[in-house]
């Protein structure tokens, strides 16, 4: 069994920074990406944030660009995303996505909110 948990999230004000995490736990013999999206309210759909690869690369959002920078510590099982300069519009709740074992496996998610 594994388990994808999310930590970090909080209420800043617009400008501000926050530092997202994500770490995945259990019997896992293959991590590979691991990737960061949002949902701004339940009727909308998850919007794509950034991605890492097993070897370090990155892909951004474009609403992100120049914001906020994704890494990654292998051996933890751990990716951090680093949000900085942030505004309205990036409130959300915020969900790590990881694939597993050959499987794509979801957290529950972290709320984060940015006032004006």
């Known amino acids: 069994q594994v388990r994808v948990q999310e930590s970090g999230g909080g209420l800043v004000q617009s400008g501000g920074s926050l530092r997202l995490s994500c770490v995945a736990s259990?019997?896992?013999?293959?991590?590979?990406?691991m990737n960061w999206y949002r949902q701004s309210s339940p009727e909308k759909a998850r919007e794509f944030v950034a991605?890492?690869?097993?070897?370090?690369?990155?892909n951004y959002g474009d609403s992100v660009v120049g914001r906020f920078i994704l890494s990654r510590d292998n051996a933890n099982r751990t990716v951090n995303l680093q949000m900085n300069n942030l505004k309205p519009d990036d409130t959300g709740v915020y969900y790590c996505?990881?694939?597993?074992?050959?499987?794509?496996?979801w957290g529950h998610g972290t709320q984060v909110s940015v006032s004006s």
């Open positions: 991605s890492i690869s097993s070897g370090g690369d990155t």
């Open positions: 259990g019997s896992i013999f293959s991590l590979m990406a």
């Open positions: 996505r990881a694939f597993i074992n050959g499987g794509m496996h």
